[in-house]
T-cell receptor, first 113, second 115 residues
């Protein structure tokens, strides 16, 4: 069975600073990995996904993530935080055999003006 | 496209009552997923369908929960009887198919409160 662990349930960064949200995965087979964002009172929206092409994946809103097999990680980064990035972010994994996603517990990102 | 549509957005009911949540898929999508989100358990997959057929309902918590797809574009999730511990936000999501790389598009959710 696959799982993801998101380190840090709350992360605060200053506007303009680097955003780094951590995600480590566990999977017995090569995984597919996803980052979703949830704005208040809304559903989840896909930011980006890794499907075994390039290990550095670029997504929407300036976010990117790098798949590192040696570290079993898929951390999400953005060079410069905007106030509009304040939201909850979820890492998710699927094991390629089916379409079921297993989500992490989420990281709430706060942007400090 | 209007995206995934869920109704109602908010539902408050009393313990023991029947609750029906509704979801309209994005046109052309063939797969439908129901999730539940709580503070304690996070986001859990309850059940999913492909071409109107339930594929995996192992996440459905109890027999009190049931889900149907009466047609290709619409689904319901029913809780009967409802209990306070069912209070959560329920999301549905649709995708083109069941390929692991198919993106799931989420609706805005239904916030259910059972008193």
């Amino acid at each position: 069975a696959q799982s993801v662990t998101q380190l840090g349930s709350h992360v605060s960064v200053s506007e303009g600073a680097l955003v780094l949200l951590r995600c480590n995965y566990s999977s017995s087979v090569p995984p597919y990995l996803f980052w979703y964002v949830q704005y208040p009172n809304q559903g989840l929206q896909l930011l980006l996904k890794y499907t075994s092409a390039a290990t550095l994946v670029k997504g929407i809103n300036g976010f990117e993530a790098e798949f590192k097999k040696s570290e079993t990680s898929f951390h999400l980064t953005k060079p410069s935080a905007h106030m509009s990035d304040a939201a909850e972010y979820f890492c998710a994994v699927s094991d390629r055999r089916n379409e079921k996603l297993t989500f992490g517990t989420g990281t709430r990102l706060t942007i400090i003006p | 496209d209007a995206g995934v549509i869920q109704s109602p957005r908010h539902e408050v009911t009393e313990m023991g009552q029947e609750v029906t949540l509704r979801c309209k898929l994005i046109s052309g999508h063939n797969s439908l997923f129901w999730y539940r989100q709580t503070m304690m358990r996070g986001l859990e997959l309850l059940i999913y369908f492909n071409n109107n057929v339930p594929i995996d309902d192992s996440g459905m918590p109890e027999d009190r929960f049931s889900a149907k797809m009466p047609n290709a574009s619409f689904s319901t999730l029913k809780i009967q009887p409802s209990e306070p511990r069912d209070s959560a936000v329920y999301f549905c999501a649709s995708s083109l198919g069941l390929a692991p790389t198919d993106t799931q598009y989420f609706g805005p959710g239904t916030r259910l409160t059972v008193l």
